[in-house]
């Protein structure tokens, strides 16, 4: 089982940038890490994910070319660095990582394992 325990959430204007981690205390390589976002009365939006084993990266319209997920394998932590933030990227943002065999990166609940989320709030 592996713990996920995000943090670098906050307030921040508009135009501005944040950079999220998502430390893990249990083994993570060879396995996709995720960023999920929720704001209220919204589904939870698939935001980005990384292939521990080779950094490949996928990300969701909305956010590329602004959004940059990465890794630290050694720190086994996992980043999503946020530039040119907008109001409607204010949301709670989760790490998810267990996804199930055929599951898909995008959808919620295909990830078995959740972090508690941090709050990401843009102001105009």
């Known amino acids: 089982q592996v713990q996920l325990v995000e943090s670098g959430g906050g307030s921040v204007q508009a135009g501005g940038s944040l950079r999220l981690s998502c430390a893990a205390s249990?083994?993570?390589?060879?396995?996709?890490m995720a960023w999920f976002r929720q704001a209220p009365g919204k589904e939870r939006e698939g935001v980005a994910a990384?292939?521990?084993?080779?950094?490949?990266?996928i990300y969701t319209d909305s956010v590329k070319g602004r959004f940059t997920i990465s890794q630290d394998n050694a720190k086994n932590t996992v980043f999503l660095q946020m530039n040119s933030l907008k109001p409607e990227d204010t949301a709670m943002y989760y790490c998810?990582?267990?996804?199930?065999?055929?599951?898909?990166?995008?959808?919620?609940?295909?990830?078995?394992?959740w972090g508690q989320g941090t709050q990401v709030t843009v102001s105009s």
């Open positions: 990384i292939w521990t084993g080779d950094s490949g990266t």
């Open positions: 249990g083994y993570t390589y060879n396995r996709w």
């Open positions: 998810a990582t267990d996804l199930r065999h055929g599951g898909r990166w995008y959808v919620a609940s295909d990830f078995r394992n």
